[in-house]
Structure formats: C-alpha cells, structure tokens
T-cell receptor, first 113, second 117 residues
Framework: RKEVEQDPGPFNVPEGATVAFNCTYS??????FFWYRQDCRKEPKLLMS???SGNEDGRFTAQLNRASQYISLLIRDSKLSDSATYLC??????????????FGRGTSLIVHP | NAGVTQTPKFRVLKTGQSMTLLCAQD?????MYWYRQDPGMGLRLIHY???????AKGEVPDGYNVSRLKKQNFLLGLESAAPSQTSVYFC????????????????FGPGTRLTVL
C-alpha cells in the first residue's frame, strides 16, 4: 500500500460548484500535512497547511482526521483558475529528526464554464 | 531573492552519458531535496540533505548520487544515464523548523526536463 493515496480523478466540475478531495496516509506517526497545487508542467506550490483543528483560507477548507488517517480539501465556488492538480503531502521523520515529505500522486481538477 | 533555481532547464542525453543537475537556493534553508516526477507517479524523493556536507537516500536513490558541499547548492549526478531516468526533476528546499508545528513549506525550483535516448 502506498504511503499516501489520492484519487487521481479527473474531477470535472462546472464553475461555482463545490468539490472535495480526500487523501489517506498509512503512517500513524506522521507529523504534519499539506496541500500543494501544481499547474501543468510547473513546480508545486503550497496551497495550505492542514492543522489538527482544521483551517480555512477563503474558498478553501482543509481538515485532518488522525483517527481515520486522512486529510481533506474542500473548494467552494470553483473558478476556472482552480483547474490544476492538487497534491497531498504528509511529513514523516527522517535523518537527524528532519521531516521528510511524502507526496501523493495528485488529484486532477478541471473546472469548466 | 531568486528563490530556488535549477540548471539546466532541459537536457537530452544518450544512454551511458553522465551529467550533473545543479540546484541553488538563496533563502539560507537547511534542508534540500531532489525529486523526480513521472506521469501518474507523483513526486518521488531521490535524495535529500539536512545540512551542508550531509546527504541521505530517499525512496528512489538508485542510479543517482548527490553532494552538498555548500549550504546553498545541492547537486544531483547521473553517472551512466538510462532511458528509465527520463523524467522531470524538481529540487526543493525548506528551513529547519523546530516549533510545535513540525515541518515547513517547501519551495520548489522550476524543474529540469531530462530525456535519455
């Protein structure tokens, strides 16, 4: 079983729709969690961190469920510009106590007019 | 600040050739990483470094070597390129975080697109 799993999609939604992605992780000792956004042929960029209490940034809401070992991303009022691949990232412990990220394969979102 | 830069942006190699990819960051970050990204595979960690002079293997280290002689630079070497190493290579860096929230945002370079014929 891959350490971090995501539904690759694509999720094809109309503008204005609400869409949610889930990501499951296998290492219960994982320390921190993130969502990154990657546009086609570009480098990933941080979308938001995922806190235990959940967090919201405008139209984006992230949740963490440690008991079930998953994180989620909710996008409300989708825009055409939200079309991208969304990468789930889970940090485990590496060399010298460093925090080593494991990336999911990404979920593709296509927002159409 | 330039952030994270990668050299070269594109490269075509023949099987058996060698090359070095250079990653440089000007943010004084402790941690640096090399990833490869293949279609449908997501980003996979090749090697990483937690400080000048230290390196460690990631998920897919075979066929690659790395060096971190200076804090701002992280080099990825392919001694004898193979077609299986055709990929997009991303370098990333982040600062060392010791606070209650572990880990920190990674900053990525623009990527190097490598084709091995």
């Amino acid at each position: 079983r891959k350490e971090v799993e995501q539904d690759p999609g694509p999720f094809n939604v109309p503008e204005g729709a609400t869409v949610a992605f889930n990501c499951t992780y296998s290492n219960s000792a994982s320390q921190s969690f993130f969502w990154y956004r990657q546009d086609c042929r570009k480098e990933p960029k941080l979308l938001m961190s995922v806190y235990s209490s959940g967090n919201e940034d405008g139209r984006f809401t992230a949740q963490l469920n440690r008991a079930s070992q998953y994180i989620s991303l909710l996008i409300r009022d989708s825009k055409l510009s939200d079309s991208a691949t969304y990468l789930c990232v889970v940090n485990g412990v590496g060399l010298g106590g460093s925090y080593i990220p494991t990336f999911g394969r990404g979920t593709s979102l296509i927002v159409h007019p | 600040n330039a952030g994270v830069t990668q050299t070269p942006k594109f490269r075509v190699l023949k099987t058996g050739q060698s090359m070095t990819l250079l990653c440089a960051q000007d943010m004084n970050h402790e941690y640096m990483y090399w990833y490869r990204q293949d279609p449908g595979m997501g980003l996979r960690l090749i090697h990483y470094s937690v400080g000048e002079g230290t390196t460690a293997k990631g998920e897919v280290p075979d066929g690659y070597n790395v060096s971190r002689l200076k804090k701002q630079n992280f080099l990825l070497g392919l001694e004898s390129a193979a077609p299986s190493q055709t990929s997009v290579y991303f370098c990333a860096s982040n600062r060392k975080s010791g606070g209650a929230f572990f880990g920190d945002e990674q900053f990525f370079g623009p990527g190097t697109r490598l084709t091995v014929l």
